[in-house]
């Protein structure tokens, strides 16, 4: 079955800087990629999500890339803010009939004042 | 207008009672999750009905059986519960593309936040 494997687990970033949190995914026919965010005692929040018929996908300060060919897939937050602070999941989805999400592990990323 | 409603927010309970976790979407989706969260706060799929249809059970043990009562409920019981039942467990929704087959945003539920003692 689809295998998703995100990296760092942890991130600690000052603020004003870049954050970069990479994913790697197992089974090919996967073809949405959507990256969660979850503040603490909440659920995880849809930020930017990209299809495989496209490359990369900005929303802002938030961009995420899309390598289908290596399987890889990363989140890129510029100008970090302390309230970037949170765990964020990336998740691999294959267009059957299930339409389940299979999540990374997670990262926790802290961005220091 | 919160779009995924879950409750209770909290749960504590005696191993070996039976709960219950109920779940109400109004985005009008066609389809309806269960996610569980441990500890470790890994995320994994249990449930997946598509109006009212069970389509995606994850190899959940049957002591967990959820129940669609129409399109916008999705309702988890347990049975006999079990110290590593302790978890957040999330309700989700989306709404499936049929002509493309594509699948739109899950949003997330706030979490049922469950401790077995």
């Known amino acids: 079955g689809e295998n998703v494997e995100q990296h760092p687990s942890t991130l600690s970033v000052q603020e004003g800087d870049s954050a970069v949190i990479k994913c790697t995914y197992s089974d090919s026919a996967s073809n949405y990629f959507p990256w969660y965010k979850q503040e603490l005692g909440k659920g995880p929040q849809l930020i930017i999500d990209?299809?495989?018929?496209?490359g990369e996908k900005k929303d802002q300060r938030i961009a995420v890339t899309l390598n289908k060919t290596a399987k890889h897939f990363s989140l890129h937050i510029t100008e970090t803010q302390p309230e970037d602070s949170a765990v964020y999941f990336c998740a691999a989805s294959r267009p059957d009939s299930s339409y389940k999400l299979i999540f990374g592990s997670g990262t926790r990323l802290l961005v220091r004042p | 207008d919160t779009a995924v409603s879950q409750t209770p927010k909290y749960l504590v309970t005696q191993m070996g009672n039976d709960k219950s976790i109920k779940c109400e979407q109004n985005?009008?989706?066609?389809?309806m999750y269960w996610y569980k969260q441990d500890s470790k706060k890994f995320l994994k799929i249990m449930f997946s009905y598509n109006n009212k249809e069970l389509i995606i059970n994850e190899t959940v043990p049957n002591r967990f059986s959820p129940k669609s009562p129409d399109k916008a409920h999705l309702n988890l019981h347990i049975n006999s519960l079990e110290l590593g039942d302790s978890a957040v467990y999330f309700c989700?929704?989306?709404?499936?593309?049929?002509?493309?087959?594509?699948?739109?945003?899950?949003?997330f539920g706030p979490g049922t936040r469950l401790l077995v003692l």
């Open positions: 990209i299809r495989s018929n496209v």
């Open positions: 985005l009008g989706h066609d389809t």
């Open positions: 989700a929704s989306s709404q499936v593309v049929r002509t493309s087959g594509n699948q739109e945003t899950q949003y």
